[in-house]
T-cell receptor, first 114, second 113 residues
Framework: DGGITQSPKYLFRKEGQNVTLSCEQN?????MYWYRQDPGQGLRLIYY???????QKGDIAEGYSVSREKKESFPLTVTSAQKNPTAFYLC?????????????FGQGTRLTVV | GQSLEQPSEVTAVEGAIVQINCTYQ??????LSWYQQHDGGAPTFLSY????GLEETGRFSSFLSRSDSYGYLLLQELQMKDSASYFC??????????????FGKGTKLSVKP
């Protein structure tokens, strides 16, 4: 079955540590996205990638980094520079055609700093 | 700036009809989408309006008016399982790029018996 998979579902991090969240899709989508969701804040865009080996900063990229070495994979690293990393992180993908705004989301990773 | 505004909460009773509004400000507007998210889950796509007018999909309908920069999601015959957050979303362009998706802050719908 085609889909988008995020792992792990829950992640605990000590202050000062970098952690990497995995996102893999087998939908053959070119575009992939990372969003952060906080209570009452909706989905805020961290980074996005329209094609392999290319990615762009979103609205809240500070303290995060990404790579896009393969079409299927778009991992997100939360670095120690991110001041308030505790949140629900969602990865999404879609075909980047102009008229298509249907995105498919993974089940999310809930990151907690301890 | 580029943004989508929607009410934070709506409450309705089972069997009723509820409308969730969304006003937007985006450049290079290509249409408005709606997503549903249950607590702790992933957002799922509900509908997309590229043109003005009403799109109907079962109990859900979505409307767009480009001239008013406004859209809404209409849920009929409400069921308890419709209790969730609903997000409007739009494509935002950056010059010659393909653009990305931005979301409103979401409307939490509570359906009461």
């Amino acid at each position: 079955d085609g889909g988008i998979t995020q792992s792990p579902k829950y992640l605990f991090r000590k202050e000062g540590q970098n952690v990497t969240l995995s996102c893999e899709q087998n939908l053959n989508h070119d575009a992939m996205y990372w969003y952060r969701q906080d209570p009452g804040q909706g989905l805020r865009l961290i980074y996005y990638s329209q094609i392999v080996n290319d990615f762009q900063k979103g609205d809240i990229a500070e303290g995060y980094s990404v790579s896009r070495e393969k079409k299927e994979s778009f991992p997100l690293t939360v670095t120690s520079a991110q001041k308030n990393p505790t949140a629900f992180y969602l990865c999404a993908s879609r075909f980047p055609g102009q008229m298509n705004t249907e995105a498919f989301f993974g089940q999310g990773t809930r990151l907690t700093v301890v | 700036g580029q943004s989508l505004e929607q009410p934070s909460e709506v409450t309705a009773v089972e069997g009723a009809i509820v409308q969730i509004n969304c006003t937007y400000q985006t450049s290079g507007f290509y249409g408005l989408s709606w997503y549903q998210q249950h607590d702790g889950g992933a957002p799922t796509f509900l509908s997309y309006n590229a043109l003005d007018g009403l799109e109907e999909t079962g109990r859900f309908s979505s409307f767009l008016s480009r001239s008013d920069s406004y859209g809404y999601l209409l849920l009929q015959e409400l069921q308890m399982k419709d209790s969730a957050s609903y997000f409007c979303a739009a494509r935002r362009d950056y010059g010659g790029s393909q653009g990305n998706l931005i979301f409103g802050k979401g409307t939490k719908l509570s359906v009461k018996p």
